[in-house]
């Protein structure tokens, strides 16, 4: 069985229950497969990148209708940090719903003059919201050039530079490390394993350190980071003082290197 995510954060955790391990998010708009209920309101669903786990009832939307209704429309994706979908085209008017990257949402018809479009959400709702908030959804690569992948792959990664660190967050109001990298991945058309380790059937692969390029992952014990050339890269830490999305460097030399991840690296991945 089939249900869509309507909620624009929906919390995916390791077990049935409120005040469980935060595993994941899944976002508005998703498709998912439901594999379990577990009778107190929680569900046991699939994503779209194959990650697992435990949704509340009230983020899904079932019905095979609606469920089809909404994967026959076109797409596209929220790339702004957070915006509002508007009750009518005017700043003035009442907020339908509150969305933010990665949340999908169904164009109707194309922007007017001052830009602002009207939209769907997953349970028929609509709105309104500016043109300038959308993206392209990406359902396979964004770009058939090596070099312009990676370059925005690791463009999308510092969209989330100063979000707080969230164990099992994805969204910029709190992201971790997976997140980070597996989010930079997503908008650009591309799902890699959720978590911070090499997994086989997903397209990251191992690589020698020494051939590492922009928009390669770079893996530590329990920690993973996104390659940003030049022996910098991006990632999501808890460290105090960082505790959330910063750029480090590689090179002792220079004033953000971290040590700790130079000497601890473990592997580093590629889709190339």
């Given amino acids: 069985m089939k249900a869509l995510i309507q909620s624009p954060i929906c ?4 077990r049935p229950h409120l005040q469980s391990e935060l595993a994941d998010e899944a976002l508005l708009g998703m498709t998912v497969e439901v594999l379990e209920e577990s009778g107190a ?12 786990g435990w949704a509340p009832m009230e983020g899904l939307l079932f019905g095979e209708g609606q469920v089809r209704w909404w994967e026959a429309l076109p797409k596209q994706v929220v790339l702004w940090g957070v915006c509002d979908v508007l009750s009518a085209p005017t700043v003035q008017s ?4 509150t969305v933010t990257r990665g949340d999908l949402l169904a164009p109707i018809g194309g922007p007017d003059d001052n830009g602002w479009q009207r939209v769907a959400l997953p349970d028929g709702r609509e709105g309104y919201t500016k043109t300038g908030f959308l993206g392209p959804y990406h359902t396979a690569p964004s770009s058939d050039d090596e070099e312009t992948f990676r370059a925005a792959v690791a463009q999308t990664a510092k969209t989330y530079l ?27 058309g591309v799902a890699i394993y959720r978590d911070a380790h090499i997994v086989e059937g997903f397209p990251v692969h191992e690589i020698p350190r020494s051939q590492i390029k922009t928009g390669d992952l770079l893996f530590f014990p329990g920690h993973v980071a996104l390659y940003l050339g030049d022996g910098r890269y991006i990632h999501s830490t808890a460290r105090n003082g960082s505790d959330g ?16 991840l130079d000497k601890g690296m473990t592997a580093a991945g590629s889709i190339f």
């Fill in 11 to 14: 919390p995916l955790k390791s």
């Fill in 41 to 52: 309101g929680w569900y046991r669903i699939r994503t779209p990148y194959r990650y697992e």
């Fill in 94 to 97: 009442w907020c339908v719903e």
């Fill in 162 to 188: 100063g979000a707080h660190y969230r164990w099992g967050g994805k969204t910029p109001l709190g992201i971790d490390c997976s997140g980070l990298v597996s989010m930079a991945y997503l908008l650009n």
């Fill in 245 to 260: 999305v910063v750029i480090n460097s590689l090179d002792p030399s220079r004033p953000d290197y971290r040590e700790d």
